[in-house]
């Protein structure tokens, strides 16, 4: 499968303005698909039009005057694809409104770009999706992608997860150029919770970054939440191995160690001591951990999955534990055998 054949979808439509639907709205462009972007906020989708940049999420990237920019659901037209990158929180309420409309009934696929577990029902992005559009297949791309280096065309690979194994080799090459490959999977499941897990780990090496403990504690902590991840996602029904793929330890790695990471930012942060309801308010891109890590503890407590780590990130965000006191308490918890897989 090449880049240099044409795309096997036309066209798609990308809901969700943050960073990272802008950088797919000019990545799917640039393969050659007919793209319709929409958000909610008409100011800022009216400045997109206008200005062709999107200041407040990724101002150094420019789209192309054929990529159609709007906020009003009606003026959209079917797309064969329908790409889902909104907060986690939103998903349900946007697949809703876009059910609604019926712009589903002619699609081929709906992809899921959001990393997250809902609270309660603790479904996966891709299972909310499949509720609103049950007659299309779904896919999920996921992996360490940060917009900020998508949208400079930097090398970044990904992974396309599906039950269905011809839509997700149409999904992956649509999502193919010469510095973004992608790779497939048939563990939907795995991929998605794998996904969801590493953003909390991630808040949970920012704040040993803003503490100073130094690299060895840093490099600990995410081994351990590697061990805590595969542990939740083969309970949950996803399989071992996808934990050491993109959507992964890859993910996991580059959530855990860069700048670009909000949560590691918000982690940095709190180590630092400032309060996180400071840091939200400092901020209007989602640290997806924040919420995330709600669910992630208590899917954990429901199914009965060992994870101290999530544990003591959930105290710290949740019940005010001072972040020194949580890490602290990590490390001198009782010793065992690395071996042991055990939930």
């Not at 906020?71 to 309420?93: H, Q």
């Not at 083969?234 to 050491?244: D, I």
């Amino acid at each position: 499968m090449s880049e240099s054949l044409p795309p096997p979808f036309r066209s798609a439509i990308v809901f969700g303005a943050g960073s990272w639907g802008t950088a797919l709205a000019a990545l799917l462009h640039e393969r050659g698909l007919d793209i319709q972007f929409w958000g909610r906020d008409a100011a800022l989708m009216g400045e997109i039009s206008q200005t062709r940049r999107n200041t407040r999420y990724l101002p150094g990237l420019h789209l192309p005057q054929t990529i159609q920019v709007t906020s009003d659901l009606r003026a959209l037209t079917p797309a064969d694809m329908l790409i889902f990158v909104v907060p986690s929180k939103g998903i349900r309420e946007t697949a809703q409104l876009v059910a609604s409309t019926g712009l589903h009934l002619q699609a081929k696929v709906v992809v899921s770009c959001a990393k997250g577990i809902e609270r309660l029902s603790g479904k996966r992005m891709s299972e909310i999706l499949s509720e609103h559009f049950p007659a299309t297949p779904c896919a999920v791309l996921t992996g360490p992608n940060h917009a900020e280096e998508v949208s400079q065309r930097l090398a970044t690979a990904a992974v396309v997860a599906c039950a269905d194994e011809l839509v997700t080799k149409e999904v992956q090459s649509s999502f193919t150029l010469p510095w973004f490959r992608t790779y497939t999977s048939d563990d939907p499941c795995g991929v998605e919770w794998a996904g969801a897990m590493k953003n909390p780990y991630a808040i949970a090496a920012g704040i040993a970054l803003g503490l100073k403990l130094g690299d060895n504690a840093i490099a600990a902590l995410v081994t351990r939440a590697l061990a805590e991840m595969v542990r939740m996602v083969t309970r949950m029904g996803g399989k071992p191995e996808s934990c050491f793929g993109l959507g992964g330890v890859g993910d996991l790695m580059g959530t855990c160690y860069s700048e670009h990471s909000r949560n590691h930012r918000v982690g940095k942060l709190l180590g630092e001591g400032m309060s996180l309801a400071n840091i939200i308010a400092s901020t209007r891109m989602v640290a997806e951990g924040v919420p995330n890590t709600v669910s992630l503890y208590e899917a954990a407590q429901t199914h009965q999955v060992r994870t101290p780590l999530l544990a003591e990130i959930y105290a710290v965000l949740h019940e005010e534990k001072p972040a020194r006191e949580a890490m602290k308490a990590l490390l001198s918890r009782d010793p065992r055998p690395e071996s042991d897989v055990s939930s």
